[in-house]
């Protein structure tokens, strides 16, 4: 199914995207978002961990689009914090329907084309999405996400590191994504995309005991040149539980 959208012309895509999402999560009905939908202790421990970095960033004004919002838990307690909740998703089998409510709308639809007008949103969230991306659809996306912020907004996208990868299914018999992660990053291959998209103010959010903290594009790229040198599982080992840890996954913040 992954060959298929790598294969396949931009306009194809954009039909086999919800399709191929809709079929996967029907054959494989303990895919991890399935399983952490069902189990309430779990979504609240991640959305407990989504929140953290993002607290200092929510105001009552504010309006939040979460690109592959999945079952809608994040943008869910989100919406009780802030004005207005956008919770965008490709695939209506991971969503709950009844999630659309109060000032919550759910709108089924790819992040390279949303139903928004220009500058209606002051911050875009996306959590392992720009991997699931053809990379022309990756840089379609964040044009699209800067065209929908209005100005001095910001978009915050988490993803894991190619350089610790790959993170998919494929991590068993391959050292480069073949499965649904269509392509995974470094920081330094993001930076580049968000400035080519519009971007200015780029930096990457670390987080720590009182949120979250933002470092230069420089300090990250040193991080990561040096990490790179190491042995593979060495790379692995400090990024999951070593002293670099706080860095990963990437979670890079850029501002209109």
Same mark, same amino acid.
């Given at each position: ?6 294969r $396949?012309?931009?306009? @194809? ?11 996967? +999560? ?8 399935? $399983?952490?939908? $069902? ?32 079952d ?14 956008? $919770? ?41 999405? =720009? ?12 044009r699209?996400?800067?065209?929908v ?14 350089? @610790?990868?790959?993170?998919d299914?494929?991590?068993? +018999? ?13 920081? @330094? ?9 519009? +971007?200015?103010?780029?930096? +990457? ?46 979670? =890079?913040?850029?501002?209109?």
């Open positions: 199914m992954a060959q298929s959208l790598r $396949a012309d931009g306009r @194809t895509r954009r039909a086999l995207y919800p399709a191929l999402y809709d079929e996967l +999560f029907r054959r494989v009905p303990d895919h991890p978002q399935l $399983a952490r939908r $069902a189990d309430a202790e779990e979504r609240q421990r991640r959305v407990r961990g989504q929140l953290g970095p993002l607290a200092s960033l929510l105001y009552p004004e504010l309006r939040f689009l979460e690109l592959g919002a999945g809608c838990a994040l943008s869910c307690e989100v919406a009780q914090r802030v004005a207005r909740v956008y $919770a965008v998703d490709v695939s209506q089998h991971i969503t709950e329907p009844g999630r659309a409510l109060g000032n919550l709308r759910l709108i089924i639809a790819n992040a390279c084309e949303l139903p928004l007008a220009p500058q209606s949103v002051d911050l875009v969230y996306s959590d392992q999405v =720009i991997e699931h991306l053809h990379p022309e659809d990756a840089e379609g996306a964040l699209e996400t800067h065209r912020l209005a100005p001095g907004g910001r978009c915050v996208c988490v993803t894991p590191p190619r350089i @610790t990868g790959p993170h299914i494929s991590k068993y +018999f391959s050292r480069v994504a073949t499965g649904f992660h269509l392509k995974e990053y470094t920081g @330094t291959e993001l930076h580049r995309m968000f400035r080519k998209a519009g +971007f200015s103010r780029i930096g +990457f959010m670390i987080p720590n005991d009182n949120g979250s903290r933002l470092v230069s594009v420089a300090t990250y790229r040193l991080v990561e040149t040096g990490l790179s040198a190491l042995p593979f599982g060495t790379r692995v080992l400090w990024s999951e539980r070593g002293a670099l840890s706080r860095f990963f996954p990437i979670r =890079i913040v850029a501002e209109v």
